[in-house]
């Protein structure tokens, strides 16, 4: 079974920290993605890497960044946290150019004070 | 860009009954994929069922199947005789074929509750 663990469930954070969100995939999968998962808005694409150390933007990139200096980890960082980040952000990973079932991690709900 | 709409925030079904989810879309692509992904509560996201555009054909997947309408640019969920595990979020999402390197565009998601 393809596993993508995320590594904290939970995190509080204070305005204008730098946090990281790192996550692990087990499949040897090329592709991964960061998206954030807020009501009413669904999820939304906030950076994805299609192989090591490659990255595009998604849709809302601004105030994140992403490092992939290994295959099977892809890290979102907020290098000044702001409340406006408070949300649930979710990891995935595929196989492939495209097609493939994105695997999910459980998640991290993060909230900035 | 794509944009994909589910128009019903909440929805609520009898055990052993059917309930179909709406989704629509928007593009420009001729090549593109449609899924449902489904976020039990804690849980995981996992996906339920897929869909090229290119096959008239309806996916199935045991008590899932869609309904898919292209020139209406519409891809509804059926859920047959509904379970308790089935209470979930829904999502729809649209992927563009070609080197989209698989990204998803989702919908705002319908939470589906089941009830005995």
């Known amino acids: 079974d393809v596993k993508v663990t995320q590594s904290s469930r939970y995190l509080v954070k204070r305005t204008g920290e730098k946090v990281f969100l790192e996550c692990v995939q087990d499949m040897d999968h090329e592709n991964m993605f960061w998206y954030r998962q807020d009501p009413g808005l669904g999820l939304r694409l906030i950076y994805f890497s299609y192989d090591v150390k490659m990255k595009e933007k998604g849709d809302i990139p601004e105030g994140y960044s992403v490092s992939r200096e290994k295959k099977e980890r892809f890290s979102l960082i907020l290098e000044s946290a702001s409340t406006n980040q408070t949300s649930m952000y979710l990891c995935?990973?595929?196989?492939?150019?495209?097609?493939?079932?994105?695997?999910f991690g459980p998640g991290t709900r993060l909230t900035v004070t | 860009a794509q944009t994909v709409t589910q128009s019903q925030p909440e929805m609520s079904v009898q055990e052993a009954e059917t309930v179909t989810l709406s989704c629509t879309y928007d593009?420009?692509?001729?090549?593109?994929?449609l899924f449902w992904y489904k976020q039990p509560p804690s849980r995981q996201m996992i996906l339920v069922i897929r869909q090229e555009a290119y096959k008239q054909q309806n996916a199935t997947e045991n008590r899932f199947s869609v309904n898919f309408q292209k020139a209406a640019k519409s891809f509804s969920l059926k859920i047959s005789d509904s379970q308790l595990g089935d209470t979930a979020m829904y999502f729809c999402a649209f992927e563009a074929g070609g080197t989209s390197y698989g990204k998803l565009t989702f919908g705002q998601g319908t939470i589906l509750t089941v009830h005995p």
């Open positions: 995935a990973s595929s196989l492939g150019q495209s097609t493939y079932e994105q695997y």
């Open positions: 593009t420009s692509e001729n090549n593109y994929y």
